[in-house]
């Protein structure tokens, strides 16, 4: 049996990382009878490698020799530790490598500073789900990932916001004030790394909300169609800044438009579903203590909530 050695990944590994997480990804969907995600590996993923930079201790490899059969990336952001990848390849699960990878990024949070412990997985990954939960993080809250595609779906049934929202694109880091403030309010702690990630991404556009001169609100705007986050100052606005989103997508030509939606959100839920998206994943967020006001939120991209 090879031995096994965990160590942080180089710039370079971070490829092979990804394609460690689709094959295991695309391994579990056929497990469970779901299409497997069709994603064409050409390059570094920009994100992997942002989350990587900012918290490079807790980005970390599994390797047999020279294999990497494992791969696992964590953050910290203030107070709050987030597991944001864990997957080992297939031929390796059930052989204590998650459990390893686990124990390795979690401490990398030292327990003076950080006091809440989170992650999102898959409702039917029942292995996942067990291993979290011994580690101190149950289940908390349902997340149900909405879609619409062009291709497939029947057109989606949308209507003017009730309130005129003006939509603002945000290019400079000295105009993240509010939405730092409202991310402490909504999101429980700041992280102004990742919205300066987001401004620099030409892949994405940050984009504040305003209610006249009032700011009301802010989301990202993924060109290949996803929103995540869409943060609120009052829950009153979530709706029609959703269907501002949606909107906006529409006029891009998106192939697809998708949200995150607690399922606890019952006003979204219905809004989204009444127009024409469908529920096309249903995911768990897992933590040590409940966080984040998930009537004002919708989840951002699922490796960092």
Known sequence: MPRLSIRKLKDSEMKQALRLVVNSGNALMKKVNRK?????????????????????????????????VGFASSIIRENHWYLGYLFVVPSRWSRGIGRKLLTRVIATA????????????FSYNSQAVALYSSFGMPPQSVILNLLWRREN?????????????????????????????????????????????????????????????????????????????????????????????????????????????????????????????????????MSNKPFGNLNSYLPAHLAIF
């Not at 497997?36 to 920009?46: G, K, L, Y």
């Open 110 to 121: 030292d327990p003076n500073e950080v006091d809440l412990f989170s992650l999102c997985t």
């Open 36 to 68: 497997p995600w069709r994603i064409r590996i050409t390059a570094t993923n920009p994100f992997m490698l942002h989350l990587k930079h900012t918290d490079p201790d807790g980005c970390v490899g599994a390797f047999e020799n020279d294999r990497m």
């Open 153 to 285: 779906d029947r057109k989606l049934k949308v209507r003017r916001p009730e309130r005129k929202l003006t939509m603002k694109h945000i290019d400079d880091y000295e105009k993240l004030g509010f939405i730092n403030k409202l991310d402490k309010r909504n999101r429980g702690v700041t992280r102004p790394e990742d919205h300066k990630f987001f401004i620099d991404d030409d892949k994405c556009e940050l984009v504040s909300f305003y209610d006249g001169r009032k700011p009301v609100g802010y989301t990202v705007l993924y060109k290949g169609g996803w929103v995540a986050p869409v943060s609120a100052v009052d829950p009153t606005y979530l709706p029609d800044m959703v269907i501002s989103c949606v909107r906006h997508q529409l006029d891009r030509k998106c192939k697809l438009i998708a949200f995150n939606c607690p399922g606890s959100n019952d006003v979204i839920l219905r809004q989204l579903l009444k127009i024409g998206f469908r529920i096309d994943e249903t995911l768990l967020l």
